[in-house]
């Protein structure tokens, strides 16, 4: 079992940064994927970015690509999203996922965040 927990949220202009961090309450394994999802108001659950834990293999959803960076964090056991040249589009609740496969679909991860709420103004 292993809990995540997102924090870094909150309120930013448009074109603004922020950066969010996942907790794990444990080591992830080195073929471990961790994954960011965000979550729309009125919409689906999209997946936005993952790397592997070990930081060989990393992939974004072309909403986010050149914008946003996942990495892990100088923190024990924590993964971090570095977000720049923020969009209102961007809003909405961002959440940390584990898992064992390299997916970009929400199934692929067993572990979840309870997420972070992330608001961008025009």
């Known amino acids: 079992q292993v809990q995540l927990v997102e924090s870094g949220g909150g309120f930013v202009q448009a074109g603004g940064s922020l950066r969010l961090s996942c907790a794990a309450s444990?080591?992830?394994?080195?073929?471990?994927?961790m994954g960011w999802f965000r979550q729309a108001p009125g919409k689906e659950r999209e997946f936005i970015a993952r790397?592997?834990?070990?930081?060989?293999?990393?992939y974004y959803a072309d909403a986010v690509r050149g914008r946003f960076t996942v990495s892990r964090d100088n923190a024990p056991n924590t993964m971090g999203l570095q977000m720049n040249s923020l969009k209102p589009e961007d809003t909405g609740v961002y959440y940390c996922a584990l898992g064992t496969t390299i997916a970009t679909t929400e199934r692929s991860y067993r572990y979840w965040g309870q997420g972070t709420q992330v608001t961008v103004s025009s």
């Open positions: 444990r080591r992830p394994f080195s073929d471990n994927v």
């Open positions: 790397m592997t834990w070990s930081g060989g293999s990393t």
